[in-house]
């Protein structure tokens, strides 16, 4: 049985595609046959995030419409063999296919996949409500930041509206440096906020620019952000994966006795 | 700044936190600035009758309850900051 999972935010660059690219990649990587659908209609970029935009020429609302079979839509990766994508159309809008289309063009895919990973656009608008119709699992992406939280707990909302059960939270772009300091929340903090099961934490990482630029997902790849995404496939797959430590709030106290035992420690020496 | 100062100054991702958790109270609870506006007003008017109250600095806001309700699930509350100028009426 197949597994549907919308990866969402509500708001925008928070690292929907990246999530849905390396999550999707990772996956095929644990042997799993996947299939990445793009559904942000008009804005498409899941193609670009996994280096395919040269191999389109079909695409989900040519299936919806009937412009071709549903094979002909999907667009197998460069090195994963049971890792395929259904882009988005480029040159249509959100609002011409309806929610109803989009849970018959899944269930049509169920039988040939383990996971259908569904990129979401950002809004909670008609295109929200198309990619999470058919959606059995829903994959929240935050960053600790005041708008993507405040955000993110409306769609958690409306994610409970619309009867997904099954709620998920990755907490994506922490900075070590900035928590230590007491100037980014930490994952504790966010957790308190949002109430969500944490299904990964990655952390801000340059690997994650790099590796889209050459339309390669990083996933599994030696780099924290690429370990961080591996370890969300396996959580998925069902396996315990420890979280990293990504620091706690420091407070005076703790630094002032950090400074002392420096001190202490460059005195022994 | 004081030496005291230093010890009390919140951190951003505290500041960031407290934000955080009164707006999705009030985000939760779908109450618009205009209708918090008018209950506002409303309590204003009614203790005015017994006191004389400051309603320019007044504060009313939605706010998460220590103390838990039905099924252990923590109720959201109203908040009132109601500077009294004088109790006489």
């Not at chain 1, 600790?144 to 939280?149: K, Q, R, T, Y």
């Not at chain 1, 599994?220 to 315990?240: H, M």
Request: charged share 25%.
């Amino acid at each position: 049985m197949s597994e549907v999972i919308v990866v969402t935010s509500g708001k925008g660059g928070v690292g929907k595609t990246t999530t849905s690219a390396n999550v999707g990649t990772g996956l095929a990587e644990l042997g799993k046959s996947v299939v990445l659908i793009d559904a942000d209609i008009g804005l498409r970029n899941l193609d670009v995030v996994m280096g395919l935009e040269n191999r389109i020429v079909y695409n989900l609302v040519d299936v919806i419409e009937g412009n071709c079979r549903l094979k002909q839509a999907l667009i197998k990766d460069k090195r994963h063999a049971g890792l395929f994508l259904m882009p988005a159309a480029q040159t249509r809008d959100k609002n011409c296919i309806t929610p109803g289309q989009m849970v018959k063009l899944i269930d049509s895919l169920r039988e040939q996949f383990d996971y259908i990973i569904l990129d979401c656009p950002a809004g909670i608008e008609q295109g929200f409500q198309n990619a999470i119709a058919g959606a059995d699992h829903a994959i929240v992406v935050t960053t600790p930041e005041v708008s993507a939280i405040r955000d993110a707990d409306r769609i958690i909302g409306l994610l409970e509206a619309n009867e997904i059960k099954k709620v998920d939270l990755v907490l994506n772009r922490l900075r070590q440096d900035l928590i230590r300091r007491g100037e980014m929340m930490t994952v504790d903090d966010v957790l308190d906020i949002l109430g969500l099961p944490l299904l990964g934490v990655v952390p801000d990482d340059e690997n994650v620019v790099i590796a889209t630029n050459q339309g390669e997902p990083l996933v599994g790849k030696n780099s924290d952000a690429g370990q961080a995404f591996f370890n969300i496939c396996k959580r998925l797959e069902g396996k315990e994966v420890p979280f990293k430590d990504f620091g706690k709030n420091v407070t005076i106290w703790t630094r002032f006795s950090g400074l002392f035992r420096r001190n202490l420690q460059e005195e022994r020496a | 700044m004081s030496l005291f100062s230093i010890f009390k100054r919140k951190t951003s991702s505290q500041i960031a936190k407290d934000r955080l958790k009164i707006l999705l109270i009030s985000d939760r609870v779908n109450c618009s600035p205009e209708m918090m506006e008018l209950i506002k007003n409303d309590i204003a008017q009614v203790i005015s009758k017994y006191m004389q109250i400051d309603a320019s600095s007044m504060e009313v806001q939605i706010a998460k309850t220590g103390t838990s309700a039905r099924n252990g699930k923590k109720t959201p509350v109203l908040y009132a900051n109601i500077p009294i100028l004088d109790l006489r009426s």
